[in-house]
Nanobody
Framework: QVHLVESGGGLVQAGGSLRLSCAASGRTFSSYVMAWFRQAPGKEREFVAAISWSGGSTYYADSMKGRFTISRDNAKNTVYLQMGSLKPEDTAVYYC???????????????????WGQGTQVTVSS
C-alpha cells in the first residue's frame, strides 16, 4: 500500500509559479512510476506529467511542456511538480498518482495508476 499526500497548492497570479509536493509512504517508493493529474470543475481528470522510477525519464502533456517540471527525490519519498508561467486555465485540483511498476504502457491514462492522493487546489487569478 502507498499513501500519497499532496501539498503546496494555493492562489497565485497569472504568470506566477508554484511548487507542488507529494509525500509517499511505502518502502518501495523508488520502484513506483509517479504522475500528476489535474481536474478542473466540470472537466475530466487530465494528465499533467509523469516520471520514471529512477527519475531519468519524464513525460508531459503538450500544454505543460516548457512550463512544468516533474522531479523526484527517492531518499525523501517525494515527487514534485514545479509550475511556472501559470495561466488561469491551469486552475484545478492537482492529484498525485502512483503505480508499482517500473514500466507503464499508457502513462497519460488515469486507469494505469493504483494509488491517488486527496488532491491540492491550485487557483490562478487573471
Amino acid at each position: 500500500q502507498v499513501h500519497l499526500v499532496e501539498s503546496g497548492g494555493g492562489l497565485v497570479q497569472a504568470g506566477g509559479s508554484l511548487r507542488l509536493s507529494c509525500a509517499a509512504s511505502g518502502r518501495t517508493f523508488s520502484s513506483y512510476v509517479m504522475a500528476w493529474f489535474r481536474q478542473a470543475p466540470g472537466k475530466e481528470r487530465e494528465f499533467v506529467a509523469a516520471i520514471s522510477w529512477s527519475g531519468g525519464s519524464t513525460y508531459y502533456a503538450d500544454s505543460m511542456k516548457g512550463r512544468f517540471t516533474i522531479s523526484r527525490d527517492n531518499a525523501k519519498n517525494t515527487v514534485y511538480l514545479q509550475m511556472g508561467s501559470l495561466k488561469p486555465e491551469d486552475t484545478a485540483v492537482y492529484y498525485c498518482a502512483a503505480v508499482d511498476k517500473m514500466v507503464v504502457t499508457n502513462l497519460g491514462e488515469a486507469y494505469e495508476y493504483d494509488y491517488w492522493g486527496q488532491g491540492t487546489q491550485v487557483t490562478v487569478s487573471s
